[in-house]
Each structure stands twice: as structure tokens, then as C-alpha cells.
């Protein structure tokens, strides 16, 4: 059976106040030219479908038009699971509009959990769909007051699913967790409520699952050395530490015996985020070469500080979004959390300091003398006695 994993859509979301909604349509266009081209029998959205609880009207349209084409022109299954982004219920609410033998959706917990049950050469492969839930949710749901943290709440719901996989068959799960082992980015948010509480939960826990599905972790990797547990990662780069590896989605075949073989598609992004470094000049000769849509975060290296460098730096690059002194970061990491205050005592000393950070050299002998004379006469002028009106 050929599924293709993909998670962490975030439909919605912004980049540095960008909107990136042609940036998911540019994607979605890939996905379903691989579901056509490939025939997988599901498609799995392994949660935050949506980057928000409540996602605006252009995010929802995006996923319906996609769902619709989907269904309309091919026999793929669609799995949604619900991530720690999205609303649970609004995700649940799009299971009364899926037909039973093509979709899953699973939104609130339940402790009631039912697969979807796809039929290929050799059998029955069973997908259970769990869905992210918080602590509270789960000790509710399942009455166990001992649910304390994130690995209580999926061995709660495996072994919920795992009493309605039928004997003999293949059996896949979606979930939406931080699994021990795997490697973290900088664009994902906490999962457990819990003061002081352990986020993660360890591979045993999916112990005889054939594929695991995961979504949250927005790198695409293989975790802790077994092969048929995995993140498909993210469609699109949310953070300038993500620019290190490529964006995609898994195509994965479940063997007669629950085997697996896969192989990573990757995206054509219609932007990328990434760092440039180098001088001001150096960057706005490249520029104006090759100039760049993508999400750009600068690092000059240059001494002294530029007037305004932005404004020059998007005449090429309009997306650029962060600017850093690699002077600042090498400092910053030799001193980390350590504020520069500077003592207001001495007004002399105050721009004596300015000067310093702005050019990174210290106040020419002219120079101090031009300040002297500058402060001494405003000292004379604020001692002049006020006029007195008779």
C-alpha cells in the first residue's frame, strides 16, 4: 500500500508579517501533482493542519479547494489528525462532510478509537489517527487522574486504537508529538501544559505499529534509529534555523508483510528563508546581480555601522526581514544575556561610546576637542540667568 506522509501545513500563517498563502498554494500544487502522478492510497496530514485555532476565511478556502480536487479527480484517502495549532473541534467538524471509506478526521479526543480501514493486494492496513491532546483532556477522556505528561496521553490513545486493529493487519498511525530522539527547530511551540513537565515521548510507545506518521517537529527526519518512524516535516520554512535542509513530503510503500520502503519528494518553494553574510557593499553589489524574493536574514560584517542599511538592502531584496551585526553576535556570545549600560555621568564619555559602537573606533583627538568645546558652551548657555520681567 503507498501512503504519502505529509504534516504541519499551517495554513495561515505569516512569515515576519508576510502573508504566505501563494507560498501554500505553490506547495499544495506539488502535493497534488504527486498524488496524481503517484496514486497513493492515503494522504496523511499528521496535524496543525491550520496554524491557528480560528484560521482566516483565505486558509480555510485554500484546504477545501484542495480537498476538493482531491476527491473530485482521484481515489486517495485524506487522514487529518488534529495538531497542537489547530481546534479541535473545528477539525472534528469536518468529519460530518468526509465520506466514511475516504477519509478519517479526528479531532477531539476519544477513548473510542476506530480506524480507517483501506484494503490493497495483500490485505487490510489499519490507520488510527490520534490526535494531540493536552494532559487535562486526556485524564478526562480516559478517567486516569495519573496522566501527568505527554507519553501518558499517547500510550493512552495507542492502546485505545490498538483494540480496534483487526488481527493479521498492517497497521499505521498518525500522531502529532515530540518523539525522544529527534532533532528540534526553532519554529515549534511546547507541548504540555504541565509545569516542569517532560514533552517527550519514546519510540516503545508505537510499539507494533508498522508506520508511524508524526507531525510537530518540522524537519523532515527518521527518529532514533528506527526506520519506519518518521517526521515528514513541515511544507514551508517557518524560521531562518530551518534554512539547513529541504522542505518535502514522504511517499511511503507498506509491504506484504509491514515492511516499508520511502523516498523524500522535495518541495520547489516559491521562497526560501536563508542568511547572506558579508559587507554592505558586497550584499548590495549581489543584489543588485541577483536579486531575491526569499525571506532573508542579513549579517554584515562590516565595522562601522551603515545609515538606514535596510531601506538600501530592500531595494533588491524586498523580503528581507532581519538585520545583525556579526560584530553584535560574537559579542553576544561571549557575554550572553549581559546588557551594555552605559553610565550617564559624563556626557563626553556617552559620546565617546556612541561613537565606538557606531563606527567601532574610538573619538580622534579633533574629534574629543570638537566635543569639549561643544559641551562647555552648553554648559555656559544653560547657566545664563533667566530674564526677569517687572
Known sequence: MRLLHTADWHLGRQFDGRALDDDHAHVLEQVYAVIVAEQPQALIIAGDLFDRAAPSEAAVRLFNDFVQRVVR??????IVIAGNH??????????????RNRALVRGPLTAIEVPLILEDEFGPVAISGLPFAYEYAARECFHDTAIAAPVDVLRAQVAAAKEHVPAGARWVIAAHAFVSGAVVGESER????????????TVDVFEGAHYVALGHLHREQTVAG???????????????????HDKGMLLVDLAEHGGIAKRFIPFQLKRRARTIRGTMEAILSEGA?????????????????????????????????????????????????VARATKLTDPAEVIAEFL???RNSPPTDAEQALIAQALHGSAVESREPELEIA
Do not use: W
Not at 73 to 78: F, L, P, R, V
Not at 86 to 99: K, N, P, T, V
Not at 190 to 201: D, F, H, P, Q, Y
Not at 226 to 240: R, T, V
Open 356 to 358: 565606538q559602537f557606531t
Open 86 to 99: 489547530d481546534s479541535a473541534d473545528r477539525i472534528g467538524a469536518m468529519g460530518l462532510l468526509a465520506s
Open 190 to 201: 511546547s507541548l504540555s501544559r504541565a509545569v516542569g513537565g517532560i514533552e517527550t515521548v
Open 289 to 337: 546581480l541577483n536579486p531575491s524574493q526569499d525571506f532573508l536574514r542579513i549579517v554584515l560584517t562590516d565595522d562601522a555601522r551603515a545609515i538606514d542599511p535596510m531601506k538600501r538592502i530592500r531595494e533588491f531584496y524586498p523580503n528581507a526581514c532581519l538585520l545583525e551585526y556579526e560584530k553584535d553576535i560574537a559579542l553576544e556570545a561571549h557575554h550572553p544575556g
Open 226 to 244: 528506527a526506520e519506519h518512524i518518521c517526521y515528514s516535516g513541515s511544507l514551508l520554512p517557518f524560521a531562518f534555523g530551518e534554512d539547513d
Open 73 to 78: 479527480d482521484t481515489e486517495t484517502a485524506i
